[in-house]
């Protein structure tokens, strides 16, 4: 084929996505390489038997076939010019967002399917990948599209279910034994603490590309559903992601000040999230806001001394932290710190000292009622006068102001 290249991109992409792309010959059966194992387990069995083109309207060349399933699944696909025997290259399945309880309680009553057997389909749909319509991956799609037909040689076609396809449902007669269940169960745990360790891994070195690559597999539907409330339920998987992101940073080499403040930050707004949709969010933003803490604030990576002097510094901001007094807390020469800090660190004592003390300024801002006056105090600037210039200077309003602008 004079597109191989482009072919195997193509299928990187999307399955970096976790997306399935599957070249498939349609003189046979579908196998479990189109169709996940789970999908097999629990659509009629006859699936698996015919020749894949009789489940298909008449195919033409150079034309996009888009399908939705009977299980609200959607795939994408099309014949490859120039393959002898014809073969169909097939994206899918995937949903375009998450499917809530009610539409999959609905889909299960629509296939009559026994309350007893609800929570497979939950498994299922858990494992399905969400492809947003409005992802890049559809304009990546329309430039391989030009490449092997050029612009303008292809039409796309929303594809009509057969009369074949329409016999295929949920037969529960045809569900999983109790035996086969304990053993899927054994391995959608086995995937999900894979899945887990991945994350605490990304978090631990600060790769934030591994994390938003474990994000697209993370939508509503894929947390097990342990107690009643949907909302409790995500609340209860926020606080263990929250508990294992923060072990995955103390890891990474953050120290525990750091940490606590941000984990004790999320655990308070844990507890005030008012949808499954909002739990999502919750999750991708604390595995960021955690991988930024391992990149900016790890001290491993610093020698000895500036580790202690980093300590010290965030031990008590409210303290004296000159140049001079922390050289004499550490039992070495002022200038061979202000040299060593400024080399490890890119900033000043004085810089550094300064941040950190801003930083604290605005949390007490944002996040208490305390005076101006208390927390200069707090941030160890004894004026609050040079604090409010200090703080204008590095944020660009004044302490009130800037209370006053996260208020509203």
């Known amino acids: 084929m004079t597109y191989d290249a482009e072919l195997r991109l193509l299928t990187d992409v999307f399955k970096h996505k976790g997306v399935s792309v599957t070249i498939a010959d349609l003189n046979l059966p579908p196998s479990k390489m189109l169709i996940s194992s789970i999908y097999l387990q629990i659509v009629n069995q006859q699936l698996n038997r015919a020749p894949l083109r009789e489940y298909l309207p008449m195919l033409k060349p150079q034309t996009v076939y888009k399908l939705e399933d009977h299980l609200s699944c959607c795939y994408i696909y ?14 899918g399945p995937f949903l375009p967002q998450p499917l809530p309880e009610k539409k999959l309680l609905e889909l299960a009553e629509q296939q009559t399917l026994e309350p007893k057997y609800y929570r497979q389909l939950q498994r299922y749909f858990s494992s399905i990948p969400i492809l947003d319509p409005a992802s890049d991956l559809y304009l990546f799609l329309d430039m391989f599209y030009q490449r092997i037909w050029g612009v303008g040689g292809y039409s796309v076609e929303y594809a009509e279910k057969s009369e074949a396809a329409d016999s295929i449902g949920l037969r529960q007669g045809q569900m999983i034994s109790e035996e086969e269940n304990v053993l899927m169960d054994a391995a959608i745990m086995e995937n999900r603490y894979a899945h887990e360790n991945d994350l605490i891994e990304a978090v631990r070195k600060g790769q934030q590309w591994r994390i938003e690559r474990f994000m697209t597999k993370v939508h509503s539907n894929s947390f097990e559903q342990r107690v009643a409330d949907p909302v409790r ?31 004790t930050s999320f655990a308070l707004r844990i507890e005030q999230l008012a949808s499954t949709a909002d739990g999502q969010d919750m999750i991708r933003e604390m595995a960021m806001s955690y991988c930024r803490l391992v990149r900016t604030q790890a001290i491993h990576t610093y020698s000895t001394p500036i580790q202690k002097a980093i300590l010290l510094i965030d031990g008590d901001l409210s303290g004296d932290l000159t140049l001079s007094a922390l050289a004499s807390k550490l ?17 000043t004592v004085s810089q550094y000292v300064t941040k950190r003390r801003i930083r604290l300024a605005r949390h007490l801002l944002k996040t208490t009622r305390l005076q101006i006056q208390t927390v200069s105090q707090y941030c160890g600037f004894e004026d609050v006068h040079y604090f409010t210039r200090v703080f204008h200077r590095t944020v660009g309003m004044t302490p009130r102001e800037y209370r006053q602008s996260k208020q509203k």
């Open 78 to 91: 099309f014949i490859l010019p120039d393959l002898q025997p014809e073969a169909l290259l097939v994206i």
């Open 233 to 263: 339920n995500v609340k209860n998987y926020c606080i263990i992601t929250n508990t294992l992101l923060r072990k995955a940073a103390e890891q990474g080499g953050v120290h525990p000040v750091y940490i606590d403040e941000l984990s």
């Open 331 to 347: 039992s070495i020469n002022s200038s061979y710190l202000s040299t060593l800090f400024k080399k490890e660190t890119g900033e």
